[in-house]
């Protein structure tokens, strides 16, 4: 089973796995990070370290695909955009 998971994920590549399930990761740590002060998050060092404990809680189908690494980079490339989901979500609570 690990041999057939690795070899998707080899013959996929990475960002075609992201462009698949990004999305819903993103979503996901947008839910984690309403709890988080955004002056934390606007700090790259402090968002790559609490991705990678929310990491921890993505479903294991998506984590087994995803590394962490790629998962926390693709994160802070979207910083902006994750920002601007909080603040809506803020909002209308």
Do not use: C
């Not at 462009?19 to 402090?46: C, P, R, S």
């Amino acid at each position: 089973m690990l041999g057939q998971l690795f070899k998707s994920v080899t013959e996929m590549g990475v960002n075609e796995l992201w462009k698949q399930h990004g999305q819903q990761v993103q979503g996901l740590v947008v839910q984690q990070l309403l709890n988080v002060a955004e002056e934390k998050i606007t700090q790259d060092e402090e968002l790559a370290k609490t991705v990678t404990q929310i990491y921890q809680l993505l479903p294991a189908n998506i984590a087994a695909l995803l590394p962490a690494d790629l998962v926390v980079n693709k994160i802070i490339e979207n910083k902006a955009v994750i920002l601007s989901q909080m603040q809506q979500l803020r909002g209308n609570a």
